[in-house]
């Protein structure tokens, strides 16, 4: 186990105290005062009530009994009305009684007095509110450049909010103050890599050294690739380009089956980065040309219609014919664009003079080149906008249909300076975080199924196999991806839905299986508890067969966590795969690479075989440093061909003994070699073809906590009622609970706290919420999301996926949460942890890589340096 010798920084550039307005307790106190005095008055008024209905049976009288008993009602219901019925009976009854119905009268109209206050109160914290929010984006110019780059529509409504006194403000222009509170907690409180909200930095042990904020801006690589394409697809340019047959072009049955990539339908932020495969008949000119082309590797267009003609097509046709087979991508031109360039404008700019492409578009170009040099290190929203407007008419001249403008710019906030922040990654926490690992890889759903396929591989194949041609890798990675194929069990899994039920044949899923599921069991069991704490002793004693089997291969990953407090000194945030994906993104900014973190790499990554699939889909956080001595090129055209990169007709497919897993090797040298996405893009977001290389080289990770994944188990088990408040403590691990791996969580039902409350009296409501979070003990200041019962619910918006910070003791804070409640059936509430405050300045999030080595990989292994 070592942690990598650097690690990243991301610190928000938006002070704490631009919502320290909306932090600070306010009349939630008074409340709970209120309700506490008004559980006192209530026993004293069923006391009277009680001692009136043993007298109404006394009463003789019809019309004397009729107003006691109607006295009593009032007096039950606590209305105004109680005092005009007690003066019109006061001579009826005993002196002694009546000064104590009295005093109670008068206590509860200071009831309705303090409640009277209190409605009035939270109506006037509603306007402070919104003078503060007005005032806040008026005197930031940063902050509103911010908001409008990533909503630009805003632009012209935000103008007139800022313009005009907020008592002008008609209910258009008040609706604004949700989008701006928003947006404003989020840029303020949670450390997003977008533009200038959140600034991130490397860290390096005994090293602090003064450096300058950068903004470096790029544009969409998904856009300049798209432009490209359809360029390339213009008569005029198509025939200047050579091509090359799709490696994945196989001939079976009297059939052609070729399989390529395309444009996601659902994703304009991706570049071709779906699969699809292409059937047609196999004809004697298509086999004639397919042969020529593998044996000259490329030919150009005009030496492939020459050759259709010596087959008897005329030129017309044989355009036509290429056209079609270059359309479907089963010939691929050889020219693309290298996506992990420095700028990919200057890439087209190089091949469309290299082509003669119209002057005017490449001038324009240069213009949008010019301008992100000229972009600064702070947003100027005028400057943005001309950059908007430049790319729309580039991406119109080529007929690439509307964009969204969120979608065209990116954006990096880099700090420069460097500094030491491992003070308190001490011996006992970096114990603590490797076995917080070792339970992420017996949920891991990849490692899972790496054995259930090493174990398939094994029956099949035996020791090994290695395809002669591509029809055949083909079908062994038709084969592996069928035993590899995300069923519903597992689909679920990536979602923290364990079916803990399921039998599982191969013995080491079944043993990491029952390992999980005591694992959650046992935090199921002490969900009473005030925090959960897996201690050092309880995890020695029952991870003993997992580290056994998981550490025989490299275990790397990210921790993105904060300093705790109250002796917590880590709270994990999230768990992502390591090998230095997460740094990779940033370090390309940075002139050399620390010869310590080389070590590491060459040490963990490069002496196993590692080899990195350079796309980047388009998506540009997959922009990223070099770290790896060594490519592997998918056997798609898409993405820039590296020189001297392995393809998969180089590979074979092995079983390894030790790792009991599949993997990969070169034919020439018996050198395992782990291909791999080292992109930061979630790889089921990613081609499939590419999963699979990337799956039998690699673990993944969780996209849940600990906590979640008990409250799933609870929902499972326990037949969820719309009226129960599912509760799963703070889960901690090492001896004093020094790491926290999962706030505490509460999931309840929209029903169950909007159930006969009038949503449009917005004090009413406060008032009825307020009461149920104290009845269930949940605290008034927490993150907030949508939440699905059924995993298959997709009509979640991204927005409410997010988690949204809430501090009830805020109005508007307070309708954003109404809002969230009525958009979704359920909610999933967590601690704030640790507590955001004004005095601690901005907030701050730390990336830690820690890696463990395993054991010898396959005998044959070696180094290969190509």
């Known amino acids: 186990m070592e942690l990598s010798p650097i690690s990243i920084y991301r610190e928000t550039n938006f002070p704490l105290y631009y919502v320290d307005f909306l932090l600070k307790d306010k009349i939630a106190g008074k409340y709970r005062a209120y309700l506490e005095n008004h559980q006192r008055v209530e026993v004293e008024t069923k006391e009277l009530t009680d001692i009136l209905e043993k007298q109404v049976k006394e009463i003789d009288s019809d019309d004397l009994r009729k107003k006691v008993i109607n006295l009593k009602r009032d007096l039950h219901n606590m209305r105004a009305s109680a005092y005009r019925r007690l003066e019109a009976i006061s001579e009826n009854i005993k002196v002694e009684l009546l000064e104590k119905i009295k005093n109670v009268v008068d206590k509860q109209e200071e009831l309705r007095k303090e409640y009277s206050d209190l409605e009035e109160e939270f109506h006037e914290l509603y306007t402070e509110e919104r003078e503060k929010i007005r005032s806040t984006f008026l005197v930031d110019e940063a902050l509103r450049n911010s908001i409008i780059l990533t909503n630009d529509t805003i632009i012209g409504k935000l103008k007139k909010y800022l313009d005009k006194p907020i008592s002008k403000h008609d209910r258009s222009l008040e609706k604004l103050d949700s989008v701006l509170v928003k947006f404003l907690t989020r840029a303020v409180m949670k450390t997003s890599p977008l533009a200038n909200l959140t600034y991130s930095g490397i860290g390096c042990r005994g090293i602090n050294k003064k450096g300058e904020k950068k903004l470096y801006a790029r544009i969409s690589n998904n856009i300049i690739l798209r432009i490209f394409d359809e360029i390339c697809k213009e008569p005029a340019i198509m025939e200047q380009l050579s091509y090359r047959v799709c490696k994945t072009l196989m001939q079976k049955d009297g059939k052609y089956y070729v399989t390529v990539l395309r444009n996601p339908t659902d994703n304009d932020t991706l570049h071709m980065s779906s699969q699809v495969v292409y059937v047609f008949k196999h004809n004697s000119v298509f086999e004639a040309l397919f042969k020529k082309l593998t044996e000259q590797k490329e030919v150009s267009f005009k030496e492939m219609i020459e050759f259709l003609e010596t087959l008897g097509l005329q030129q017309d046709k044989a355009k036509k014919v290429l056209t079609n087979l270059i359309g479907q991508s089963v010939l691929e031109r050889i020219d693309y664009l290298d996506e992990q360039a420095e700028s990919i404008i200057q890439e087209i700019i190089y091949y469309l003079k290299k082509y003669g492409y119209d002057e005017v578009f490449i001038s324009e170009l240069e213009e949008v080149e010019k301008l992100l040099e000229d972009f600064g290190d702070t947003i100027d929203y005028k400057k943005v906008m001309n950059i908007y407007t430049k790319i729309e008419a580039l991406a119109a001249k080529v007929n690439i249909g509307e964009l969204k403008r969120r979608n065209l710019l990116y954006i990096d906030g880099i700090d420069h300076k460097l500094e030491d922040n491992y003070g308190k990654l001490d011996a006992s926490i970096l114990d603590t975080l490797s076995y917080y690992q070792l339970i992420a890889m017996s949920l891991d759903p990849i490692v899972r199924m ?231 893009l979630i790889s089921l977001a990613t081609p499939s073809l590419m999963n699979i290389f990337d799956m039998l080289s690699s673990h993944s990770t969780i996209y849940f906590d600990l906590g979640e994944l008990v409250l799933r188990t609870i929902v499972k088990d326990d037949s969820y009622d719309k009226d129960k408040v599912i509760k799963v403590p703070r889960i901690s691990m090492g001896d004093s609970g020094e790491v926290v791996v999962s706030r505490a969580k509460w999931v309840l039902s929209s029903e169950y706290l909007l159930n006969n409350c009038n949503i449009n009296n917005k004090f009413e409501l406060w008032s009825k919420i307020i009461q149920s979070f104290n009845k269930e003990g949940i605290p008034i200041k927490f993150y907030v999301r949508a939440y699905t019962m059924d995993i298959d619910d997709i009509n979640i918006g991204k927005s409410d996926r997010k988690p949204q910070f809430i501090n009830l003791d805020s109005p508007h804070l307070f309708e954003l949460f109404t809002q969230t409640l009525q958009k979704n059936k359920h909610i999933i509430i967590e601690e704030e942890l640790p507590i955001s405050e004004a005095k601690d300045k901005y907030v701050k999030e730390y990336i830690y890589e820690l890696t463990s080595e395993g054991g010898v990989v396959n005998e044959s292994s070696k180094m290969l340096c190509i």
């Open 450 to 680: 790496q054995f259930i396929t090493g174990e398939y591989f094994k029956e099949k194949y035996d020791k090994e196999i290695n395809p002669k041609d591509s029809r055949e890798m083909s079908k062994v990675l038709r084969e592996l991806s069928e035993v590899f194929s995300f069923g519903d069990d597992e689909k679920n899994m990536f979602l923290g839905d364990y079916n803990w039920e399921r039998e599982f044949a191969n013995k080491d899923v079944a043993m990491l299986n029952e390992f999980s599921k005591n694992l959650i069991y046992y935090i199921k069991d002490h969900t009473s508890d005030s925090e959960v704490v897996l201690n050092r002793q309880y995890i020695e004693e029952n991870i003993k067969p997992v580290r056994e089997l998981i550490s025989k291969d490299v275990v790397s990953h990210s921790f993105f966590v904060q300093e705790g407090e109250e002796g917590k000194k880590l709270v994990i945030n999230h768990l992502y795969k390591g090998y230095g994906i997460y740094f990779s993104r940033f370090l390309k900014y940075l002139d050399s690479l620390d010869d310590k973190y080389k070590k590491y790499i060459d040490k963990y990554f490069n002496s196993i075989g590692v080899t990195d699939i350079r796309n980047t889909f388009g998506f540009n956080a997959n922009v990223r440093a070099e770290l790896s001595k060594r490519y592997f090129n998918l056997p798609f055209g898409y993405g820039k061909q590296s020189e001297n990169a392995l393809g998969w007709e180089d590979l074979g497919f092995r079983y390894n003994e030790y790792t009991k897993k599949v993997e990969l090797f070169h034919k020439g040298t018996g050198e395992t070699i782990k291909t791999q996405f080292l992109g930061t």
